[in-house]
């Protein structure tokens, strides 16, 4: 079972993209799911996460402009990312906290990351 990651790209300041993070196999439950991203030279970063319930937390640097949603029922999260910026520019990385089985135990769960990059 792993985290599949989707969706970035080339676009200019000011536009917009969405992240999609799937599952590929099944899992027996996820609870809370997240994005991070990383530019180049610095640390990986949480930019937004949510709970299996629908509550969310976003990094001060995307308020506003970024929307993280969630399909329980697909084990996807979602990333829209509006009024985009040079300085998001970054490779996103999708993660999740879960379990194949309900006696396996929970882990962290990554998936293989997706560039985004913003033109000025």
């Known amino acids: 079972v792993q985290l599949q990651a989707s969706g970035g790209g080339l676009v200019q300041a000011g536009g917009s993209l969405r992240l999609t993070c799937g599952a590929i196999g099944t899992f027996w439950r996820i609870d809370d799911m997240a994005w991070y991203r990383q530019a180049p030279g610095k640390q990986r970063e949480l930019v937004a996460s949510?709970?299996?319930?629908?509550?969310?937390n976003y990094a001060d640097s995307v308020k506003g402009r970024f929307t993280i949603s969630r399909d329980n029922a697909k084990d996807t999260v979602y990333l829209q990312l509006d009024t985009l910026k040079p300085e998001d520019t970054a490779v996103y990385y999708c993660?999740?906290?879960?379990?194949?089985?309900?006696?396996?135990?929970?882990?962290?769960?990554w998936g293989q990351g997706t560039q985004v990059t913003v033109s000025s």
């Open positions: 993660n999740g906290v879960g379990a194949r089985t309900s006696i396996s135990g929970t882990r962290n769960y």
């Open positions: 949510i709970t299996r319930g629908g509550n969310t």
